[in-house]
């Protein structure tokens, strides 16, 4: 059984900054990258960032590019996302996500094979 288990959403001010973290734990399985999704209410879920988990290469979609960075701790098996310069828009459960293998789609919910239980972020205005 792989859990993937989410920890640093809240409630923050617009302008703010919030760094979620993911923890896969459970049966041991390789990793081809790991991603964050979110999802608003009434909206389909939604592609924020990835990595790829050996070399490290970043995605990002256009709406966080320059706020949002996510980053890897191969040791602790955790993934974070850093979220600066928070919007009321970024308002959503983040989920995480982990890929066994290889896909050209990181951007794609269909690429991932594991997945988290959300964490409720909320900006303010």
């Known amino acids: 059984q792989v859990q993937l288990v989410e920890s640093g959403g809240g409630l923050v001010q617009a302008g703010g900054s919030l760094r979620l973290s993911c923890a896969a734990s459970?049966?041991?399985?390789?990793?081809?990258?790991m991603g964050w999704f979110r999802q608003a209410p009434g909206k389909e879920r939604e592609f924020v960032a990835a990595?790829?988990?050996?070399?490290?290469?970043?995605y990002y979609a256009d709406s966080v590019k320059g706020r949002f960075t996510i980053s890897r701790d191969i040791a602790k098996n955790t993934v974070y996302l850093q979220m600066n310069t928070l919007k009321p828009e970024d308002t959503a459960v983040y989920y995480c996500?982990?890929?066994?293998?290889?896909?050209?789609?990181?951007?794609?919910?269909?690429?991932?094979?594991?997945w988290g239980q959300g964490t409720q972020v909320t900006v303010s205005s």
């Open positions: 459970g049966r041991t399985f390789s990793k081809y990258a």
């Open positions: 996500a982990a890929a066994r293998v290889y896909s050209d789609y990181l951007s794609l919910a269909q690429a991932y094979d594991y």
């Open positions: 990595i790829k988990w050996i070399y490290g290469n970043t």
